[in-house]
């Protein structure tokens, strides 16, 4: 083999060689990052899980009551919609 093409050869090889530690390291890479969050993820889950179920009770109450327990005036859909923040 002459000497062009094994060096051609060489060089073929470190690319390649090259392009798989790559993928390997955002492999490892990306593992590792989730195994970093998921206990953040997790802890999200469940806090809105618990949110939902609050916000379900609330809104059973509502379909059972039509004026408010505190001063009395009607209630229409508008007052019970989801809370916004403006920040």
């Known amino acids: 083999m002459p000497w062009h093409n094994r060096r051609q050869f060489a060089m073929i090889i470190q690319v390649l060689v090259l392009v798989l530690l790559l993928c390997l390291g955002l492999l490892l890479g990306s593992s590792w990052t989730l195994q970093a969050i998921r206990p953040q993820i997790r802890r999200q889950a469940e806090e809105r899980r ?20 505190h001063c009395g005036t009607p209630l229409s859909k508008q007052h019970w919609g989801p809370v916004r923040s403006y920040w």
Request: charged share 35%; proline share 5%.
């Open 50 to 69: 618990r949110l939902n179920d609050e916000w379900s009770a609330v809104r059973a109450i509502r379909h059972e009551l039509d004026h408010c327990p």
